[in-house]
């Protein structure tokens, strides 16, 4: 009997103790390809796909160049307006994804970004560079956008 106690208790020891805890490597690859695949649904443009990756939960946010959109609502109505503006002409490219990890259910991602914006001919397409960051949080569903931040660097006036 204390055998099988104790082989009880080491089951239920590892099942609870493993439940959130991913390694740190473990984590970075989610939400790296959490990442890839909100820029991937962006470049199609897939709103409902960029959408599902972002959190329900209260407090969720995004700050695009000094806007700022408030719950999931919001960004949704943000992201419908800026696919329609874009209709198709607009690329993002990422360049090395950096997570960091928080505990075993929050991370901090980091990345430049390029985006592309097409004119009607190749030469009217601007690229323009800057920097996105994230902050996820890891639930029931897996990892989720709690908030997301891109700034791009200013336009570069001829002349200058």
């Not at 690859?29 to 709103?47: F, G, I, M």
């Not at 969720?60 to 874009?86: H, K, L």
């Not at 985006?115 to 323009?128: F, K, M, P, Y």
């Amino acid at each position: 009997m204390p055998r099988v106690f104790a082989i009880l208790c080491a089951t239920l020891l590892f099942a609870c103790c493993g439940c959130n805890n991913s390694s740190p490597e473990a984590t970075r690859t989610e939400v790296q390809q959490l990442v890839r695949d909100y820029v991937d649904a962006s470049n199609k443009p897939d709103v409902t796909a960029m959408m599902e990756l972002v959190s329900r939960t209260d407090g969720v946010s995004m700050a695009i160049n000094g806007s700022v959109a408030r719950g999931w609502d919001a960004i949704r109505t943000y992201n419908d307006g800026a696919t329609a503006a874009a209709s198709g002409s607009f690329q993002m490219a990422l360049g090395s994804i950096d997570v960091r990890p928080l505990g075993g259910t929050a991370a901090i991602v980091v990345a430049p970004v390029t985006l592309t914006i097409g004119g009607a001919n190749q030469d009217e397409s601007v690229q323009r560079t800057g920097a996105l960051s994230m902050v996820l949080e890891k639930g029931d569903k897996g990892w989720k956008i709690v908030h997301q931040h891109m700034s791009l660097e200013p336009e570069q006036v001829e002349g200058d």
